[in-house]
């Protein structure tokens, strides 16, 4: 079974321009959670997806947004990018099978770079 | 609030000694905590998880405890290897909770 994939793994981006990342669940698991992880503040919630509703969102301004399709796919997106949004941006999915919180699988992440 | 720390931001073992990370939570409501591996280059990867309802689990190599009097977790990891290398988070959430919260992170070193 794939892991989750999340694309693009790398990216390079200036100060005001928008940005979309995209991940990719593992077959039949139905939560997506994203991360922010930077060496000061390391592993911080952004948003959880579930059935394409957003089910729980963590402390960042409105810039930072999501969403989820009916094939559990979800993307993230960050508008008028600033130098501190710089990061690591993991995805996560799980099975959710009774919303009692299950284990995460991570993919390794987009590494997003603003100049 | 809810917070979970490591009492150590580094920690520099033997090769073949045990390991142990340790970690507080804040957030007695929490009944199930993880532990995850983090290398470099790549996402974190589930190691064991413990719910509240236990004090010790064991997996391969691998053991955590809770004590939940004083909100403490710690991993133990036995014969560490070159490959335990990478910085380990724990994490806690409750089950009226979709989110996980993780702590900071201690980064395992291993002296050959």
């Known amino acids: 079974k794939a892991g989750v994939t999340q694309t693009p793994r790398y990216l390079i981006k200036t100060r005001g321009q928008q940005v979309t990342l995209s991940c990719s669940p593992i077959?039949?698991?139905?939560?997506v959670s994203w991360y922010q992880q930077t060496p000061g503040q390391g592993l911080q919630f952004l948003f959880e997806y579930f059935s394409e509703t957003q089910r729980n969102k963590g402390n960042f301004p409105g810039r930072f947004s999501g969403r989820q399709f009916s094939n559990s796919r979800s993307e993230m997106n960050v508008s008028t990018l600033e130098l501190g949004d710089s990061a690591l941006y993991l995805c996560?999915?799980?099975?959710?099978?009774?919303?009692?919180?299950?284990?995460?699988?991570f993919g390794s992440g987009t590494q997003l770079s603003v100049l | 609030g809810e917070s979970v720390g490591l009492h150590l931001p580094t920690l520099s073992v033997q090769e073949g000694d045990n390991s142990i990370i340790n970690c507080a939570y804040s957030n007695s409501a929490s009944d199930y905590f993880i532990w995850y591996k983090q290398e470099s280059g790549k996402g974190p990867q589930f190691i064991i998880d413990i719910r509240s309802n236990m004090d010790k689990r064991q997996g391969q190599r691998v053991t955590v405890l809770l004590n939940k009097t004083v909100k403490h977790l710690s991993l133990q990891i036995a014969a560490t290897q070159p490959g335990d290398s990478a910085v380990y988070f724990c994490?806690?959430?409750?089950?009226?909770?979709?989110?996980?919260?993780f702590g900071s992170g201690t980064r395992l070193s291993i002296r050959p």
């Open positions: 994490a806690e959430t409750y089950s009226s909770a979709s989110k996980i919260i």
């Open positions: 077959s039949g698991h139905r939560s």
């Open positions: 996560a999915s799980s099975l959710d099978q009774d919303a009692t919180n299950e284990k995460l699988f």
